[in-house]
Every structure is written in C-alpha cells, then in structure tokens.
C-alpha cells in the first residue's frame, strides 16, 4: 500500500491567497484526520471525518479554514485568505476503526508571506 | 478535556544505553489507547508503539518498551540499546474510545521530546 498521501508536499503562498492542500487516505480507512503542526502550539487536531461526513470540526482555528472530503479517497483543506499566522505543517491521517493507530502521511509544509 | 504533558523537552543519551522517556495524562475516561510517535528530520510520524488502557501488560516492540500505570495516568516508553537511529522527536499521545456515543476522536499529543543519541 502507497500510505496516505498528501500534496503538495510544500506550499509557498503570499498572505491573502487561496491554499488547497490535499490527501488522499489509505484504501479502506474510515476515518480521516486533518492536523496541524507549529512549533507554539505542537501537533493539533482541526477536523476529522467518518466514512466522508466531517465529525468535529471544533478545531477549525476559524471560517478562513475549510474541509471537504466529496468521496472515501480524497480530502481538501482550503485555507482562504491565508495568513502567515497560518503558517505550520499540515498533516492527514487515516484508520480503518476507532481501535487502531493513525497513519500519517508526509504532511504538506506551508508558508504564507 | 484529556490532557498529554511530556516534562523532558529534550533527552541525550550514549549509543547503546538506555533512555525513558516520560509521559503523564489526564483524563476521565477508564477505556483509551496511548501511543508513541516517533517523528525523525523527515517530519514523517512513525507509530513506535501502542497500549490499550484496559491491558494490564505493558506492551513491547522489539528494543521498545513501555510502562504503563494507569492509576498514575503515566505512560513512559523505554529505549533499550539506542541506536542513531532512535534520534528523533518523540510524541506521547491519547485517544479515546468510542464509548457510549461511538465515534473516535483524533489523537491528543504531548509537546514532545528531542532525543538525542551520542555516538
């Protein structure tokens, strides 16, 4: 199995512009998980999805933060208008079942000037 | 809400020795799983290894091993005969079980600890 992928791999962007980053989960997982990662403030969870149908979006910093999963291999977070307080390495991550570790993909470094 | 702290912002230890890393939670659930993640220079999070909160057993994966005292809501992982290859930054993490609505939320993270191996 390729693993979750995400892309792009890294994101350099000008405050005000749209970001899209994207993932595709492992085949068969159900769940769906969208992480961020800063330095102040360490790993946190945004929003997460079972069987494409977001569950909590609580950590959703505010509206500029978005997330779509439309089928059970691919999800967005689109960032709009981007900040550079918004910069921090987004990750995604997949799990077949309530029980079980998550798999993480590469995650998506962004920066925003 | 459920709570990770991992008071060892960084650790150093000699190439084949021994280190522990620790790890305390909070939570008022009685059914959860911890973990540990291991996240090298390439950013990628590795699973080291997992705890089921209603084993009593400690779990261990080959070098790695844990200590897990629920009473104490502790939860630290061993590294036996460290290798270059252990250094890394290290996540303590929670996650809940379903319970009674069912479901699963994400992963609670500790800050993390930077551990360092001397050659």
């Known amino acids: 199995d390729a693993g979750v992928i995400q892309s792009p791999r890294h994101e350099v962007t000008e405050m005000g512009q749209e970001v899209t980053l994207r993932c595709k989960p492992i085949?068969?997982?159900?769940?769906l998980f969208w992480y961020r990662q800063t330095m102040m403030r360490g790993l946190e969870l945004l929003i997460y999805f079972n069987n494409n149908v977001p569950i909590d979006d609580s950590g959703m910093p505010e509206d500029r933060f978005s997330a779509k999963m439309p089928n059970a291999s691919f999800s967005t977070l689109k960032i709009q208008p981007s900040e550079p307080r918004d910069s921090a390495v987004y990750f995604c991550?997949?799990?077949?079942?309530?029980?079980?570790?998550?798999?993480f993909g590469p995650g998506t470094r962004l920066t925003v000037l | 809400a459920q709570t990770v702290t991992q008071s060892q912002p960084e650790m150093s230890v000699q190439e084949a020795e021994t280190v522990t890393l620790s790890c305390t939670y909070d939570t008022s659930e009685s059914d959860y799983y911890l973990f540990w993640y291991k996240q090298p220079p390439s950013r990628q999070m590795i699973l080291v290894i997992r705890?089921?909160?209603?084993?009593?057993q400690n779990a261990t994966e080959n070098r790695f091993s844990v200590n897990f005292q629920k009473a104490a809501k502790s939860f630290s992982l061993k590294i036996s005969d460290s290798q270059l290859g252990d250094a890394a930054m290290y996540f303590c993490a929670y996650r809940r079980t379903g319970g009674s609505g069912g479901g699963a939320d994400g992963l609670t993270f500790g800050k993390g600890t930077h551990l360092i191996i001397q050659p």
């Open positions: 705890q089921e909160a209603y084993k009593q």
């Open positions: 991550a997949s799990s077949p079942n309530p029980y079980n570790e998550q798999f």
């Open positions: 085949s068969g997982h159900d769940y």
